[in-house]
């Protein structure tokens, strides 16, 4: 299944390096989000985009900094990480942000490992 | 207490067994809900969503109270490919300010 696709599937980076993770969706969809997923815990919201613009902020560190260029992409830039960041981030994708019903279609994941 | 809890297992059940999955959810102002299936090392998926007269899909059956603020799934007739982790979900807000809530999973291993 290709609907949304993430780049890369693992990274392993340092403590000072600058990486960024993509994520694509073939849907056409409007609405794009990423998720956090640690070990043990519940899938955290992280961002939310809706035709492009930003329209949720879950508290998210500042070492996180999202990018929509367009409805189809979307990028996760990652510096200054912490150990504690390691985790698998899920991009998701919905026809449109704020429908009752509406089903996210998630990408397979990037899994991070911080060391 | 969690917005929305599972209990995480996991439950090991053999072929054929008929197992329940149970989630309580704290707010009540939830709108939507949810029963997504996420396999290892793989990206949540919708299984079925739970509307408030109950709902059937095969061998799933979902079901909502409201008033108690708890949502139900039932396997019948388990089948090997059936072991993953389900995923409790609830939509809380509307609009633009609207998210999905999920909670911790509860993990199934069916069992020869």
């Known amino acids: 299944e290709t609907g949304v696709t993430q780049t890369p599937r693992h990274l392993v980076m340092g403590m000072t390096n600058k990486k960024s993770l993509k994520c694509e969706q073939h849907l056409g969809h409007n609405a794009m989000y990423w998720y956090k997923q640690s070990a043990k815990k519940p899938l955290e919201l992280m961002f939310v985009?809706?035709?492009?613009?930003?329209?949720e902020n879950n508290s998210v560190p500042s070492r996180f900094s999202p990018e929509c260029p367009n409805s189809s992409h979307l990028f996760l830039h990652l510096h200054t990480l912490q150990p504690e960041d390691s985790a698998l981030y899920l991009c998701?994708?919905?026809?449109?942000?704020?429908?009752?019903?509406?089903?996210?279609?998630f990408g397979p994941g990037t899994r991070l490992l911080v060391l | 207490r969690k917005e929305v809890e599972q209990d995480p297992g996991p439950f090991n059940v053999p072929e054929g067994a008929t197992v329940a999955f149970n989630c309580t959810y704290s707010?009540?102002?939830?709108?939507?809900f949810f029963w997504y299936r996420q396999d290892c090392r793989k990206e949540p998926k919708l299984l079925m969503s739970?509307?408030?007269s109950g709902n059937e899909d095969g061998r799933f059956t979902a079901q909502l109270n409201r008033a108690s603020q708890y949502i139900s799934l039932l396997i019948r007739d388990s089948k090997l490919s059936d072991s993953a982790t389900y995923l409790c979900v609830v939509r809380v807000g509307s609009g633009n300010t609207g998210k999905l809530i999920f909670g911790q999973g509860t993990t199934l291993q069916v069992k020869p």
């Open positions: 985009y809706n035709f492009k613009e930003q329209t």
């Open positions: 739970v509307y408030s």
């Open positions: 707010n009540s102002a939830s709108q939507s």
């Open positions: 998701a994708s919905s026809q449109n942000f704020g429908g009752l019903g509406e089903t996210q279609y």
